[in-house]
C-alpha cells in the first residue's frame, strides 16, 4: 500500500485548502483512511479518520472547520479545511490502517504512510 498527499500550500488566515490522498494497493476498502498533522516542534496530531465500516471521527477541536472525505471506488481520501488559523500550520499526513476492530487516533496504529503535504498559514 502506498499513499500520496498532495494539495498544500501557502493560504491565508481565513482561507481554505483541500488536501488529497490516493491510495494504490487492493487493501483499501480493508482500511481506515485518515489524516494527521506535525506542526514544527510539535508530536504528530490526528485529525481525523474515515473507517473502512463508513464511519466518520473527528479531533473534537478541529470538526468544525475540518471535513474528511473517502471515494472506496477512487481510493482517495481527502480534507478540506475551512477557516484556516495560522496553527494549522503543519505538515499534514495522510496514513492507513488495516483491519482495525476499534477506531484509533495514535500515529503508532496505522501501518502506512504518505509523505506529508505543507499547509502554510499566514496571518
Known amino acids: 500500500v502506498q499513499l500520496q498527499a498532495s494539495g498544500g500550500g501557502l493560504v491565508q488566515a481565513g482561507g481554505s485548502l483541500r488536501l488529497f490522498c490516493e491510495v494504490s494497493g487492493r487493501t483499501f476498502s480493508s482500511s481506515d483512511a485518515g489524516w494527521f498533522r506535525q506542526a514544527p516542534g510539535k508530536g504528530r496530531e490526528f485529525v481525523a479518520v474515515a473507517r473502512r465500516t463508513g464511519d466518520i471521527y473527528y479531533e473534537d477541536s478541529l470538526k468544525a472547520r475540518f471535513t474528511i ?17 495560522p496553527e494549522d500550520t503543519a505538515v499534514y499526513y495522510c496514513a492507513a490502517s488495516q483491519w482495525r476492530l476499534r477506531l484509533s487516533t495514535r500515529p503508532g496504529d496505522y501501518d502506512y504512510w504518505g509523505q506529508g503535504t505543507l499547509v502554510t498559514v499566514s496571518s
Open 69 to 85: 472525505s473517502r471515494d472506496n471506488a477512487k481510493q482517495t481520501v481527502d480534507l478540506l479545511i475551512n477557516n484556516l488559523k
